[in-house]
């Protein structure tokens, strides 16, 4: 088999939290294009159809919108559920919801940090181990985790302790369930990415003035755009990348090479 051929998504069924918009609908979208079948799982569910007949109507595929809250156990649980019954099985997930709240450690209210740890960290665990409980018993399957170069370094100027602590988490998470899972073929890797120009970033009144610092500390110099990350976790859903996992890909411009 040519590596195009393994890299292909033909056959394949998934989902994607945090879809709607931003990241998880550039990722969604790609793996429809790679020939997979897809659900758009988000808690906006207006902007998840939307998103869903978009990318229905670009690639051909079976797309379709569900409605959760990933910090929901049994909304995760009825979401894989529905996966599996809707689009015939599961064979990759990508856990990719997150928020991401800026206040000073010294300010931050608990709600705000258990917030950040819930949505970014806490619903990670649900999703992988929800899906992975499914791979497990139906021949394996294939992970990703949205992380971030936060998990790596202290972003500045801006402070969020909680978002920093949430991510490196992530990959942690990831890193245990990839060695718990590595013999049964399941596979579970992340993803870093640097600063990314999505509504997180763009549409915050208070990061949107930050962008111009974030550029002169960045090597590459500008934000990168979230089709920038696709091409990677197809990779990583694909058979192609069978023996990677436990592994998290920086895609950040450079940012954390120093
Ligand atoms: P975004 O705000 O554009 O999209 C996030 C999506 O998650 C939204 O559609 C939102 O409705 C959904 N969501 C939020 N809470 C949810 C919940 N409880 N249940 C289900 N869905 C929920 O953000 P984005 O920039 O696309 O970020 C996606 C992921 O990438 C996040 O985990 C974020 O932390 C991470 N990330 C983003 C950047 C960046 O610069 N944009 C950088 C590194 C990592």
């Given at each position: 088999?040519?590596?195009?051929?393994k890299m292909?998504?033909?056959?394949?069924?998934?989902?994607?939290?945090?879809?709607a918009?931003?990241?998880?609908?550039?990722?969604?979208?790609?793996?429809?294009?790679?020939?997979?079948?897809?659900?758009?799982v988000?808690?906006?569910?207006?902007?998840?159809?939307?998103?869903?007949?978009?990318?229905?109507?670009?690639?051909?595929?079976?797309?379709?919108?569900?409605?959760c809250?990933?910090?929901?156990?049994?909304?995760?649980q009825?979401?894989?559920?529905?996966?599996?019954?809707?689009?015939?099985?599961?064979?990759?997930?990508?856990?990719?919801?997150?928020?991401?709240?800026?206040a000073?450690?010294?300010?931050?209210?608990?709600?705000?940090?258990?917030?950040?740890?819930?949505?970014?960290?806490?619903?990670?665990?649900?999703?992988?181990?929800?899906?992975?409980?499914?791979?497990?018993?139906?021949?394996?399957?294939?992970?990703i985790?949205?992380?971030?170069?936060?998990?790596?370094?202290?972003?500045?100027?801006?402070?969020?302790?909680?978002?920093?602590?949430?991510?490196?988490?992530?990959?942690?998470?990831?890193?245990?369930?990839?060695?718990?899972?590595?013999?049964?073929?399941?596979?579970?890797?992340?993803?870093?990415?640097?600063?990314?120009?999505?509504?997180?970033?763009?549409?915050?009144?208070?990061l949107?003035?930050?962008?111009?610092?974030?550029?002169?500390?960045?090597?590459?110099?500008?934000?990168?755009?979230?089709?920038?990350?696709?091409?990677a976790?197809?990779?990583?859903?694909?058979?192609?990348?069978?023996?990677?996992?436990?592994?998290?890909?920086?895609?950040?411009?450079?940012?954390?090479?120093?």
């Open positions: 088999m040519g590596i195009l051929e292909s998504l033909a056959g394949k069924k998934g989902f994607v939290t945090g879809a918009r931003g990241i998880g609908k550039c990722t969604a979208t790609a793996f429809a294009e790679a020939g997979a079948d897809v659900a758009i988000d808690i906006d569910f207006e902007t998840a159809e939307k998103t869903a007949a978009e990318i229905a109507e670009k690639t051909g595929r079976k797309v379709i919108a569900l409605k809250d990933v910090t929901d156990e049994a909304q995760v009825s979401t894989v559920d529905t996966v599996v019954k809707e689009l015939g099985g599961l064979n990759f997930c990508h856990a990719n919801a997150g928020v991401c709240i800026n000073a450690a010294e300010e931050m209210t608990y709600a705000q940090w258990k917030k950040n740890l819930s949505v970014n960290l806490d619903s990670v665990f649900l999703t992988d181990t929800i899906a992975g409980k499914y791979m497990l018993s139906h021949g394996g399957g294939s992970i985790n949205t992380a971030s170069m936060s998990a790596h370094i202290v972003n500045v100027p801006q402070p969020q302790c909680a978002y920093n602590a949430s991510k490196a988490g992530v990959i942690q998470l990831t890193k245990s369930l990839a060695v718990e899972w590595a013999k049964r073929n399941v596979r579970v890797n992340s993803i870093s990415p640097g600063y990314i120009g999505t509504d997180l970033t763009l549409s915050s009144e208070f949107k003035p930050l962008i111009e610092k974030w550029n002169a500390l960045s090597p590459i110099g500008r934000l990168g755009k979230p089709e920038e990350l696709a091409a976790c197809v990779y990583l859903a694909s058979d192609a990348s069978s023996f990677t996992t436990g592994a998290d890909f920086c895609m950040d411009g450079a940012f954390t090479c120093f």
